[in-house]
């Protein structure tokens, strides 16, 4: 398969699970991804493992590792300071997304949302950052109506954004058809759909739910029936989403971005049939 490919991960906390993302980080580089993307935990920016990690993946790895920056909670001026360090690092590309507070925390920083941060980025470090936005096939949860979304999705376009990466779905007529609508508001840059291998059906229910991502009736019901059959479950998902992959690619997507949860198997499971 000759379509540029992309890996996220999550910044580790603990000893083992810098153990797993290394072993993960050694496996999937073997697979020559475009880039590999470091996810942004809430609640402000100092609270983040996200720059150790991408510098981890830079020195250790020679990963071209993208910081994700969310703006939600954080001021103009800790932004700032993360932005200097991840130009001192040699970053080249960012994913700048508004973020989720944890409930309860109200709204505390700067920026309202995401076209506001790719603003600040551009007026502040132009040409320096290779910036990916998220959008939303299936429509943001929050969002008052999918063409609101939409309108909001080209706010970040005309903001700057040079590329987006969607929100994980099941469904390829979904994407398709935001992309057909993207362009036909004027949206030009590269749309990537994102991509959710399975593993652990219970824990992708739920992230599903709080994203608002949908799994097909069918495909949970298929699950559900494996019941403890672990290794069934593995086969059927990975056959599943390879089969996703490959409608998207033929469509004319332009990149795949795994999620890969800092596992190696599932993606390389759904890798292997393409
Ligand atoms: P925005 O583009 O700001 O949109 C958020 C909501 O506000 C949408 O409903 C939109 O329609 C609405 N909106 C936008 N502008 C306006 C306006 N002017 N007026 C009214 N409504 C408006 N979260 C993390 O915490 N860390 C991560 O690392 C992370 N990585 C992600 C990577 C990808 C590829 C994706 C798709 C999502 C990621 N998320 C991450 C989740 C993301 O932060 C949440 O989905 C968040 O709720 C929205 O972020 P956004 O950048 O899309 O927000």
């Given amino acids: ?28 580089k073997a697979q020559s991804p475009d880039y590999v993307s470091c996810t942004f935990g809430a609640g402000g920016s100092t609270l983040s493992y996200t720059p150790e990690t991408v510098d981890h993946l830079h020195q250790r790895h020679a990963l071209n590792a993208a910081p994700h920056i969310s703006c939600v909670g954080g001021t103009r001026a800790e932004l700032g300071e993360l932005l200097q360090r991840y130009k001192a690092m040699g970053c080249n590309r960012l994913v700048a997304l508004r973020g989720d507070l944890p409930s309860g925390m109200g709204h505390t920083g700067d920026f309202r949302y995401a076209t506001e941060l790719v603003e600040f980025i551009r007026r502040e470090h132009d040409g320096c950052f290779h910036i990916e936005v998220g959008c939303y096939p299936e429509t943001h949860p929050q969002a008052d109506d999918a063409h609101a979304d939409l309108r909001h999705f080209k706010a970040k376009v005309d903001a700057g954004a040079d590329g987006a990466i969607t929100q994980y779905f099941y469904n390829a007529d979904a994407y398709f058809r935001f992309v057909d609508d993207a362009r036909a508001l004027g949206i030009g840059i590269p749309i990537v759909p994102g991509i959710m291998p399975i593993s652990n059906f219970t824990q992708l229910r739920r992230f599903s739910e709080a994203c608002g991502a949908e799994i097909p009736r069918w ?24 089969q996703l992959c490959r409608r998207l690619v033929d469509g004319g997507a332009p990149g795949l971005h795994f999620y890969t949860l800092n596992l190696s198997k599932p993606t390389l499971n759904v890798l292997a049939r393409l």
């Fill in 1 to 28: 398969m000759t379509t540029p490919i992309s890996f996220e991960f999550y910044p580790p906390k603990t000893d083992e699970q810098r153990a797993q993302l290394d072993k993960t980080a050694t496996r999937l």
């Fill in 219 to 242: 495909l949970a019901k298929r699950m559900q029936a494996y019941g403890d059959d672990v290794e069934g479950i593995r086969e059927f998902a990975a056959d599943v989403v390879a």
